[in-house]
């Protein structure tokens, strides 16, 4: 055998690469320390929108245990990349750059209020990141890169109106928060209220200090409504149940709402202050599914002191793991292999029931529930399996406008 | 007829809540010259007091009127010694220092009592007048009101302390020459301003959902009253807290909460540069 003298060079370059290369090869593979796969977080740990983040993370947190438990993905642990927003706009750029750009992150899951969304959605789409939004908000997202997984109006509006008009009475008053969610929920809820045959008397609206609502309450006595739609949001807002019950008019007349109950009013409250009062939501903590009794165990134990576990917890526990399948089927964590996977009409069995990713819009179809508030407690009343995410249809087809980028406001 | 009979108590209602929350603000800010930009966060204090206290059995009369001025009084005292004495004369710094101040204590209850709404129901009920309905406790508030002022009135009237005190907020070289200690006077008034304060918050908190950062809804309403009322702490904020009331109350009644909102700064703001000294600096001089 000739050994040449370029043979040789090369062989043992090769050889020398080969040991210099082993130590890494041989952690890697001996002790399965693979990289982690990054999962981005963005939600509100401190400043008034905290009490809806804190939930929403745990159920991040208890997701990727799960997974994790189950021998990860593709082989590879997960690992959340949480940073806390403090319910400031601003954070919400700063580390949505950060998420994409720096951590590179696979998939990240945040945004509770639709201000906080628009504030990021385009930094994921300009840094081609994937994007879960998890909340019920107005509506009208159309984006390939955004998945909006929570409720829409035509999923839980929709029902609560005609039902509550069912109950009481087709004259309505309509109170909401002066911002952008209260303001497009009323315009929602008039036209429900129209379309069954109603009458709309009046549409207030109070900014989010406001904490005095007397003339308010002698306003709706003046107008006599059958029923009261509340769209109020916040702490002070809840100012007017408690001024309504102590009023007298708790008895007289009845109130559904597409925001009580997000975050722990029933159990705030007096039960004669809230006993009575009607919501709809994709999801509610006192379901007593196998599936929904488990999660809210599994939650609790994590975390014995968290809040009430409404829609913003669970369908942030159920886009996390509906990513996680499209992960499981694309064999790979690479983008746009997700986002096909996920078009494929992905479905996950969760503590809400059966949630499936509506291709066209990029929302889910999905179970709503009606319930009454009874001695502090939501109390289910009725189910409404695979609502569809109609209002958002109307207005966005992923499937023809594959390039489609922006929030539509949906004429009502 | 029974419709304006409801509107005269909602009018009521607002001033009297509006006077309850400024009247410590009128002590310590109209009398002492300290802007206190942590004044909603005593009211959110002495809320929280008082849910803490009910819900922990204590019967809801005492937490509202009892624990929640005393706890506040104390919280103020403290924070008279550790930060406000360094500061007194320096207008700019206390407002810097004090907005810091509502900023920890934002963080702190945040921290130990979490980020939800809490409350307690609302005692006494309702009544009726023809086909309206109001509570009781609408008028309980005007009462309250009314038992403020004619307490800090006697205080400051007919009392030695309340002689002292407005001796040494006039002139304090001058007071400390006839042998007052000017600094524990300051800390005295600081700590009744702040326990009146605490006794606002207790008093609203069965009409409230209560959170950490619900003074920041109170803050911006108590400045803009005290300014509009001018230096007399009684007669100033009670005219003020009467007019802007009735401003805010009837314009959210006449046109919407929104326009109600802006009514009221605009009539604020009219109100301050027509009288720059506001109310009491124009109509009831030399009055307390």
Redesign the interface.
Known sequence: MVISRRHFLRSSATFAAATLASPAIFTRGAFGQEDPILVGSLHDQ???I??SG?PMVESLNLGISEVNAAGGLLGRPLKLVHYDTQSNIQMYSQYAQQLAVRDKVAVVHGGITSASREAVRPTFSRFRTLYFYNTLYEGGVCDRNTFCTGTTPAQTVEKLVPYAMGKSGKRVYIIAA?YNYGQITAKWMQKYVKDHGGETLSV????L????F???I??I??AKPDLILSALV??????FY??W?????KS?IPIASTTFGL???PS???A??SDGIIGAYGYFEELTTPASTAYVGALKKASP?I??ISELACGTYEGFHLWAEAVKKAGTIERMAVIEALETGLSFDGPSGKVTIDHPTHHTTRNAYLADVKERKWNVLETYTDAKPLDTAAVCDLVKNPGDNKQYEISI | MDLSVILALDVLNGAASLFLLCLGLAIIFGMMKIINLAHGEFVMLGAYATVLSTNAGLNIWIAMLVVAPVFVGLVGLVIERCLIRFLYGRLVDSMLATWGLSLFLIGLVTTLFGNTINGVPTPLGGFEIGAYRSSWYTIFLVAMALAMMALVYGVMRFTRFGLVARAVMQNPGMAATLGVNTAHIYMATFALGAAVTGLAGGLLAPVSGITPVMGSAFVAKSFITVVGGGAAIISGTASAAGLFGLVNQMGAYLTTPVYGEVILFLSAILLIRLLPQGISGRFFKGTL
Request: proline content about 9%; hydrophobic content about 30%.
């Open positions: 401190s400043g008034p905290a009490a804190v002066d207030d609206f109070f900014p200090d406001v904490t005095n007397g003339p308010t002698s306003k006595q003046a916040g702490g002070n807002h809840t100012a408690r001024q019950a102590s009023a007298g008019m007289q975050v722990n009013e705030t409250l007096d004669a202050e002191s809040p009430y």
